[in-house]
């Protein structure tokens, strides 16, 4: 079983900055990609940032020069920071991450996994 577990969140002036983090766990080969999407209210799911196994990057237009993603694949997270957030960054913000578990007779599958979401809030 695999687990990604979010933390951080929570409401913030506009301006302001919040952390989040994601911790993959369980019976993990490798990890491919990992990073961040949000939904806000009655939107659809949108891509924020994410970084591959190879460190390529990548963010939405909107967040690019104020949000930054990290990554440490010795301990599998992957941590978002977010700063001069605006109120349209409001959301609920899902940690994913691509991971390849071993499986019986040596075969290993590669699947998508999210987190259970964490809800951030800017006021303005």
């Known amino acids: 079983q695999v687990q990604l577990v979010e933390s951080g969140g929570g409401l913030v002036q506009a301006g302001g900055s919040l952390r989040l983090s994601c911790a993959a766990s369980?019976?993990?080969?490798?990890?491919?990609?990992m990073g961040w999407y949000r939904q806000g209210h009655g939107k659809q799911r949108e891509l924020v940032a994410s970084?591959?196994?190879?460190?390529?990057?990548n963010y939405a237009d909107s967040v690019k020069g104020r949000f930054t993603i990290s990554r440490d694949n010795a301990k599998n997270t992957v941590d978002l920071q977010m700063n001069s957030l605006k109120p349209e960054d409001t959301a609920v913000y899902y940690c994913?991450?691509?991971?390849?578990?071993?499986?019986?007779?040596?075969?290993?599958?590669?699947?998508?996994?999210w987190g259970q979401g964490t809800q951030v809030t800017v006021s303005s």
């Open positions: 970084v591959n196994s190879g460190g390529y990057i």
């Open positions: 994913y991450a691509v991971i390849t578990t071993p499986r019986a007779m040596g075969k290993y599958v590669r699947n998508d996994y």
């Open positions: 369980g019976s993990i080969f490798s990890i491919d990609a």
